[in-house]
């Protein structure tokens, strides 16, 4: 997988940069000497966070082609070339399936799925284009790799992220591409995420989700980090071109299970079917 080990002077975008995990991203870039433009929905805060950690913003609907695809003309039009791009804009309420409008389904599915297929199909082949190389990081989610209860429509988007991840660094990998990817999936972060109704659109009014306050910190149950710690983790799988950027290696026992009960199911089929067990 081709990485990208020195990010001095080499132009991001990060999309969803105005908070949370895309800030922490951002933040971690500049570090690294990259010069960053931060896009977001929300132009007060994108424009907030731009000024406070020495960003470009522009403003995106990443579930608008037309608005990504002006935003990397924006780009091109400034600083001449795009090197990083993190498709990392994302939205979280929950419902029960049972509860789930067509509309939520639509707005999930807009932004978490079709938002990165935008950054891919719009981005991939400007990246492609530079001698020096180019790296992509799609943000999904814990919730990419194994589900619960209430996360139906967000895990939908997220297994399709990792699933079109996985196919585009085969594919890039078969090519000798100079331009490498990976997928971001991680646990529980400090962010704006529960309270993603805020930019719900006004289009999409037909709502069984609910937001949900994320602040759990006193939840034994999960372990919490701040963007940054999350940014760092990003920056190390591009320069090191690694496919899975993960946050929270301790849950590996939640997807172990998930692996082991499909196991399982194949060796059942595979016994009888007469073809063995193993």
């Known amino acids: 997988m081709s990485g990208l080990p020195d990010l001095a002077g080499k132009v991001a975008i990060v999309t969803g940069g105005a908070s949370g995990i895309g800030k922490g991203i951002a933040v971690q870039l500049i570090a ?14 994108m424009e907030a966070t731009a000024e406070e950690i020495g960003a470009v913003g522009i403003q995106v609907d990443v579930s608008n082609p037309a608005s990504v695809d002006a935003l990397a003309r924006e780009a091109l039009d400034r600083y001449g070339a795009v090197h990083v791009v993190c498709n990392n804009a994302g939205i979280g309420p929950l419902a029960p399936v049972a509860d789930l ?5 639509r707005w999930m599915i ?9 950054g891919v199909h719009t ?8 001698r020096e190389g180019g790296h992509i990081v799609n943000t999904a989610s814990m919730a ?24 585009l660094a085969a594919e890039l990998a078969s090519d000798n591409s100079r ?10 972060v400090h962010t704006n995420i529960g309270h993603s109704s805020r930019n719900r659109p006004a289009g999409l009014p037909d709502a069984g989700f609910k937001d949900i306050d ?11 980090i701040y963007p940054e710690e999350a940014g760092a983790v990003v920056v190390r799988a591009i320069k090191r071109g690694d496919l899975y950027a993960l946050t929270h290696p301790d849950w590996y026992p939640r997807v172990a299970k998930r692996h082991e009960a499909i196991a399982e199911a194949f060796r059942q089929q595979a016994a009888e079917a007469g073809l063995g067990g193993g």
């Open 123 to 130: 981005f991939l082949p400007i990246l492609k284009q530079n």
């Open 32 to 45: 690294e000497g990259a010069q960053v433009i931060i896009a977001d929905i929300q132009r007060d805060a």
């Open 214 to 224: 994320i602040e759990l910190e006193d939840n034994p149950m999960y372990r919490w």
């Open 110 to 118: 807009g932004v978490n799925l079709w938002g990165v297929i935008h």
């Open 101 to 105: 409008t067509l509309d939520d389904w």
């Open 144 to 167: 990419g790799l194994v589900a619960g209860p209430r996360l139906g429509a967000y895990a939908a988007a997220k297994y399709g992220v990792v699933g079109l991840t996985e196919v």
């Open 179 to 188: 331009v490498g990817v990976s997928v971001l999936c991680p646990g529980t």
